[in-house]
């Protein structure tokens, strides 16, 4: 067994943290008051190589492997996931899927320039009434001669608004439920395609939020991604890889906790000595650390099942949910260290807190990570 990254995995690791520290801390309060997003960050990712990072040199990436990746989505959520968000949003579930399931034509036309990190993706699932429900899709997409006509709506679209290709989910045999959802690549300024409203969040408010909305939206056959119907699983593999990435999220949430909790701990004095040297605080640190560390090893072997081709996806939906579980449990008791100061927005720990809560729901809420795995051990 192997418990430590590669040379080249060190070597991104130690690249991207330079990053997150010096280019992507400094603004990060001021985006999360004003609720900005930046696409900057993410254009200076793509210069990095990252949002390429486990694509091949052919397809405008840089050759790395599935673990750099994940490594990469750590170091910056350790930072500011809301940036970490977008990124992953688009790599994990816009250009993944293309790398994946599209034709030779695809690749070139829109995995290439997402891989450099010239245009960013978005990936449009979610309806109003089709969440965890993912197969209650309202969206619909007729045929008509060398084109689909789309209509219909998604919202809590990450990246919606800033992206310029988009994955979308819409029924083209309504008949056959999950068996008649098809995958479609649009890209921003089709004609009858634009975004309506912007969600005001609780966390991760550093990153964009649209909904999409789609009017008679032609769209040419050949933006098709897979075959008619086969929609569905496009989705499910997807979201399948998307949640290693929200795993790491919460690995780099809940690492930023400890480390704020750790310091906090060693600073603060009271009755004359600094608090972590009372039990009650060196035992809940204990205890963070321990959790962290657990989820780390699942979500790092679920990225190496991944990049060794083997199954993933019970492995994926255990990492995402023991991850953000133990994120909200370790920012929360950073919050609870910190005292009152914990509860102030001049300290980091709140933001934190509110941003864990995210990783407990989005890319599956993890009552969909138990279904999914209770699904693979009862099979
Ligand atoms: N891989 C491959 N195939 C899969 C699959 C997977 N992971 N999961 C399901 N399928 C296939 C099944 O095998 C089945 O096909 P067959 O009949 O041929 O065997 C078919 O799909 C239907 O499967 P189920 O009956 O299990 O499907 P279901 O409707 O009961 O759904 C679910 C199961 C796990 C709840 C699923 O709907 C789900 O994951 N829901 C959550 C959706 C979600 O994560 N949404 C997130 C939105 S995106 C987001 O959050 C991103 C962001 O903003 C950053």
Do not use: W
């Not at 250009?95 to 994946?100: G, T």
């Not at 219909?152 to 988009?166: L, M, Q, V």
């Not at 649009?186 to 009017?215: A, D, N």
């Not at 009755?271 to 640190?285: H, M, W």
Request: aromatic content about 8%; hydrophobic content about 40%; glycine content about 10%.
């Amino acid at each position: 067994m192997q418990f430590e990254f590669n040379e080249q995995q060190k070597m991104i690791q130690k690249m991207v943290r330079e990053f997150a520290e010096k280019e992507i801390a400094p603004g990060v309060m001021e985006r999360e008051d004003k609720e900005e997003f930046s696409r900057a960050l993410l254009d200076k990712a793509g210069e990095l190589g990252l949002t390429g990072i486990c694509f091949p040199e052919s397809y405008g990436g840089s050759d790395g492997d599935y673990i750099s990746y994940i490594i990469a989505n750590e170091e910056i959520a350790r930072v500011d996931d809301g940036v970490q968000t977008g990124y992953a949003a688009s790599v994990s579930l816009c250009a993944m899927p293309i790398y994946n399931y599209g034709t030779e034509e695809q690749k070139q036309k829109f995995l290439v320039p997402l891989a450099e990190g010239s245009k960013l993706g978005a990936f449009g699932l979610t309806e109003p009434n089709a969440g965890t429900d993912a197969a209650a899709q309202q969206t619909v997409a007729v045929l008509n001669g060398d084109h689909y006509v789309l209509n219909g709506s998604k919202i809590f679209i990450t990246n919606g608004g800033a992206a310029e290709i988009y994955l979308v989910f819409a029924m083209t045999d309504k008949a056959k439920g999950v068996k008649g959802i098809t995958a479609f690549i649009l890209e921003k300024g089709m004609p009858g395609f634009t975004f309506g409203k912007k969600e005001h969040k609780m966390g991760i408010r550093s990153s964009q939020t649209q909904e999409l909305i789609f009017q008679d939206v032609k769209v040419p056959v050949e933006n098709r991604l897979g075959q008619e119907s086969a929609g569905f699983k496009i989705a499910m593999t997807t979201l399948d890889g998307g949640r290693i990435g929200v795993a790491a999220q919460a690995l780099g949430i809940a690492q930023a906790a400890l480390e704020h909790a750790i310091k906090y701990s060693q600073e603060r004095v009271q009755f004359g000595k600094p608090i972590a040297s009372n039990q009650a605080i060196a035992f809940l640190l204990a205890d963070m650390a321990t959790q962290l560390d657990a989820a780390r090893l699942l979500t790092y072997r679920a990225a190496y099942l991944k990049q060794k081709g083997q199954p993933f996806a019970k492995e994926a939906a255990m990492a995402k949910m023991y991850a953000s579980d133990a994120a909200m449990k370790i920012t929360t008791d950073a919050v609870q260290i910190f005292g009152g100061y914990g509860f102030s927005r001049e300290y980091p720990v709140e933001r934190l807190m509110r941003n864990a809560k995210i990783t407990q729901i989005y890319e599956g809420t993890n009552q969909v990570q138990r279904m999914v795995i209770a699904g693979a051990i009862l099979r």
